[in-house]
């Protein structure tokens, strides 16, 4: 059974960083893409970030390019989100995604809050 779980979600000031965590587990991911997205109430699940598992090759949205940056480590099965200059509108929950020709497989989402 595939599991995604998400850690490091917290309130912290604008200007500031985090580092979002998803671990991974259930099955071989090294064919897989994963992702982070984000959403907010009242609105839909936007991308963020992703990364091919195999190869590394990285896509971001417009609005994080610069500030976030999406890594893996697989002795860890783990997914990053390093998130740096960290803005009000980046408030949200993070969840990650995987997949292969789709994003098949989420997690619970942890909670980021930016505050002024």
Do not use: H
Not at 52 to 70: E, L
Request: net charge positive.
């Amino acid at each position: 059974q595939v599991q995604l779980v998400e850690s490091g979600g917290e309130l912290v000031q604008a200007g500031g960083s985090l580092r979002l965590s998803c671990a991974a587990s259930g099955r071989t991911f090294t064919s897989y893409t994963m992702g982070w997205f984000r959403q907010t109430p009242g609105k839909e699940r936007e991308f963020v970030a992703s990364i091919k598992w195999n190869g590394g090759n990285t896509n971001y949205a417009d609005s994080v390019k610069g500030r976030f940056t999406i890594s893996a480590d697989n002795a860890k099965n783990t997914v990053y989100l390093q998130m740096n200059s960290l803005k009000l509108e980046d408030t949200a929950g993070y969840y990650c995604a995987a997949g292969i020709s789709s994003f098949r497989y989420w997690g619970q989402g942890t909670q980021v809050t930016v505050s002024s």
